[in-house]
Each structure stands twice: as structure tokens, then as C-alpha cells.
């Protein structure tokens, strides 16, 4: 159990000069605090110096700007993975946009069938998207709050005890080389013991999210029904299944996810005073029928966030869902910060949920007497409706920006429910200039299907 000082950070920030701005705690692959655009927004902890020794007494050393709990370290960022950018990586994610947004050329198409037959390419692209991917993230939620800052809490897969499981059934194997009833059981409680690490994992995030008084916290991480699959599989086969017998990998996969949400569910409880926001997954699925974690945790302080293309239609590879699902926002070529100074534009569900991210940060900034739950209402109810969207969210709708932040501004001399409503009246829905675009996809890279993963 980790142990605080009796004049915690909320308090001490209350003497700071920059009080009333949001902190926003960026749960990723790390940032690149040096970034021209990031640095001046970067959260500084009140309580700690950087001399080797634990101040603040919370258990973590010199976490001056945040934590990497994948390495137990105050280190936020790899920066040998710069390299890795090259004019390669740069076309094939202007050519996603490009594809995405109806503009690819059959040259650009080609290009990519060649490019993704080349497996040295596909590995290089692959880490330096997970590299990049937090930085990204970090300027969407910066972008249009001047105020902000940022904490880094780095996040990259737990160590996998899958590997234990294997073991296991090559244990039970002795006895019987075929799925055996038991066999299937020992798989199932193996897979529960991998979510439970998963559990513990986001329960210390979110125990440090809370300490730190972080007002909002992004999450575009997490794993769908294909992970798990992928996870899932080889265990099968090495059980004596078959490991393409898909309701087996469902069945399996499903149980799974939904161990893993509710074990996660923590990182929620653990910090009711911080609003969470989830990417929905890329998978273009229903969470409603496939649990995706985190985001089918659905907490009165969390948000669930699928991708649009602008106002104007669904991202196709987006998750959806009636109810999982609260709400869209733009996740195609959205350009952001990256390490090293530079800017690119990605696509996923990782980049449509640091934008509602971002604006419930401006709300916070707007009326810093708002609870994450009337953040919430605040957002999800200031939504500009899409008939394209009924049935794929609860509330039918992609974020409105200015209407929320209309709405923070009213609920200062009126109620929450009062505030929204009167913003409806005062600010209209987003216009944007109408394009075509494909309803296939190239979908967003493919990052590593471990059990916490980017979106």
C-alpha cells in the first residue's frame, strides 16, 4: 500500500498560479515532454524533486512529470525509437488518410500491397507507432487548451502470464493430448489470472491518477474479441483444440474480455474524482455483443469514444455499440504532435478519444466546480445527433466542441440539466465542407496484439 503525505498534491496545487487548469493524465506509450508544442503544457509534480529520492512519499522516485509503470521508472519516453521514422512510414500514413478520406490513387494503393508484403517494414512501422502513439495522442488533448497540463503515465503491456498457462496444460497434456473438460477449465481460470494482472495493472494507473488529482484521464489502449483471439489460439491448439474452431476462440475470447473489464473497472473506482476517456477499438465491431476493454467499463466517470470521419459518417473501422458506446468524434487524419518536434496525421479511435479528452478539460477549465459525472452529462449531451450514428451510440451523436464548452460556462448560474439545454438553443451544429470518402478502409496500423495495446 502506497502512503501520502497528510497535505496531498489537490492541496498544495491550490496555492500554484496555474490552479484552475486541468490536468490531463495521458495513459499511453510515453511523450516526448520536450515537444515545441508540449513542453510548456507538461504537468510538474508540486511535491517532488528530481534527487533520487521518494519527497512526496507515494512510492514512485522522482516522478517529476508522471510514471512508467511498464518499467517501474520515471524514464516517459524511448527516444531511440526516433530512428525508426523514415519517408516510408511518413507515405503509408498519408496514403491511409488519403484512402480513408476518398483521395488514394491506384498508385497509392499499389504502393501499399507492395509495402505491406515487405515484413521488415511492417515491424518498423509497427514500433514506431507505438512509440509515436502517446505523443500523438498528448497534442489532441492540448490542442485548443492553453491551460492544460499533461501528465505521462506510461502504460505498455503488463508481463503476460500466459506463458505460465502454457506451461500448465503441457503439464495436463501428460495425462491426455485432447481439450479435455478439465483442460478447458484450466484455460478458463488461466484467463482469469491474466486479467486479474490486467486488474492490478490499471488499479495502481488509477491510483496515481487519483493521488495526483488528474481531472481527466485518456486511455486509447486496450483489446477486442481479434486480440484476444490472438492470444487465445495457440493455447487452444496446444491444448488439443481446434484452434480455428471459431465459437471455441469466441466463447473463449468473450469470457476473457469480460474478466478483464470488470477487472479493470478499478482504475475507475480508484479515482472518482478523474473522468476517464476510453477509445471504443478499431476492430469495426459491437462492443454490445464483444466486450472491448477498457472501454465496455462504463463507469458514471468514464467515457467510451468511437471514430467519424469529420461530422459527416462513422470511421469504418470503428467500434460501435447502442449502449457501450457513448459517443463519435473526428478520428481520421487528425494531425498531431510526434516525437522529435515533428507533426503527422493518424486515424483511429486513439485519436477521436483525447479530442472529447480535450474538451472535457476545457469544460473542467470552464467550471472547476463540475463533478466527472456532470462532465460527462455535459458532453454526451451536447452532441450533434447523426441519423448514421442511431443504434452505434447511446447518444446518437459526435461531440460539439463549443456547445459543451457553452454549456461549462452556463451551468456557473444554472443547473447542469439547464445548461445543456440552453446551449442547444445558442450553438448550432458543426458545418464542415462535404468530401467523399471510401467505404472500405486501410484500417489504422495494426499495433501489437499483446493484451494492452494501442487503438
Request: charged share 20%.
Amino acid at each position: 500500500m502506497f502512503h501520502f503525505r497528510h497535505l496531498s498534491i489537490a492541496a498544495l496545487m491550490c496555492f500554484a498560479p496555474w490552479a484552475q487548469a486541468s490536468t490531463i493524465a495521458v495513459i499511453d506509450s510515453g511523450v516526448d515532454i520536450t515537444h515545441p508544442e508540449l513542453s510548456n503544457k507538461i504537468w510538474t509534480n508540486p511535491l517532488e524533486r528530481l534527487n533520487a529520492k521518494d519527497d512526496d512519499n507515494n512510492g514512485y522516485i522522482d516522478d517529476i512529470n508522471g510514471w512508467n509503470f511498464f518499467a517501474n521508472s520515471n524514464e516517459l519516453i524511448d527516444l531511440q525509437y526516433e530512428s525508426l521514422l523514415n519517408a516510408d512510414i511518413e507515405n503509408y500514413f498519408v496514403i491511409q488518410t488519403k484512402f480513408l478520406q476518398g483521395k488514394a490513387t491506384p498508385e497509392d494503393i499499389a504502393w501499399i500491397k507492395e509495402k505491406s508484403a515487405d515484413q521488415t517494414f511492417l515491424a518498423n512501422l509497427e514500433k514506431y507507432a507505438t512509440f509515436a502513439h502517446g505523443t500523438h495522442v498528448a497534442g489532441i488533448t492540448a490542442k485548443g487548451n492553453d491551460n492544460a497540463h499533461i501528465m505521462t503515465i506510461r502504460l505498455i503491456p503488463v508481463a503476460n502470464p500466459a506463458a505460465s498457462l502454457a506451461r500448465d496444460i503441457e503439464r495436463a497434456n501428460a495425462q491426455d493430448r485432447t481439450l479435455t473438460p478439465f483442460k478447458k477449465v484450466l484455460l478458463k481460470f488461466g484467463l482469469k489470472t491474466l486479467a486479474g494482472a490486467q486488474g492490478k495493472a490499471f488499479g495502481q494507473v488509477g491510483t496515481y491518477a487519483g493521488n495526483t488529482s488528474a481531472d481527466v484521464a485518456n486511455a486509447s489502449l486496450g483489446i477486442g474479441v481479434a486480440q484476444a483471439k490472438n492470444v487465445i489460439a495457440p493455447l487452444i491448439k496446444l491444448a488439443g483444440g481446434d484452434e480455428t474452431d471459431d465459437a471455441l476462440q469466441t466463447e473463449m475470447a468473450s469470457y476473457f474480455l469480460e474478466q478483464v473489464v470488470a477487472s479493470q473497472a478499478v482504475i475507475t473506482t480508484n479515482a472518482p474524482k478523474t473522468l476517464f476517456v476510453f477509445a471504443a477499438g478499431n476492430d469495426g465491431s459491437d462492443n454490445d455483443l464483444y466486450p472491448t476493454s477498457p472501454a465496455n467499463i462504463g463507469a458514471s466517470n468514464s467515457i467510451s469514444v468511437g471514430a467519424s470521419i469529420n461530422y459527416q459518417a462513422p470511421a469504418p473501422f470503428s467500434n460501435f455499440g447502442k449502449t457501450k458506446v457513448d459517443v463519435f468524434a473526428p478520428g481520421v487524419g487528425i494531425l498531431s504532435t510526434t516525437p522529435g518536434g515533428n507533426h503527422m496525421e493518424l486515424s483511429g479511435t486513439s485519436q477521436a478519444a483525447p479530442f472529447v479528452a480535450g474538451v472535457a478539460a476545457g469544460v473542467k477549465d470552464a467550471n472547476p466546480a463540475l463533478s466527472p459525472a456532470d462532465i460527462k452529462a455535459i458532453i454526451l449531451g451536447t452532441v450533434d445527433k447523426k441519423d448514421f450514428l442511431k443504434d452505434k451510440a447511446a447518444t446518437s451523436g459526435i461531440t460539439n466542441r463549443d456547445r459543451a464548452l457553452a454549456a461549462a460556462e452556463l451551468s456557473k448560474t444554472s443547473n447542469v440539466s439547464a445548461a445543456i439545454k440552453a446551449s442547444l438553443i445558442s450553438v448550432p451544429d458543426v458545418t464542415v465542407a462535404r468530401v467523399h470518402f471510401n467505404s472500405d478502409l486501410i484500417k489504422p496500423v495494426a499495433l501489437p496484439s499483446s493484451i494492452v495495446r494501442a487503438l
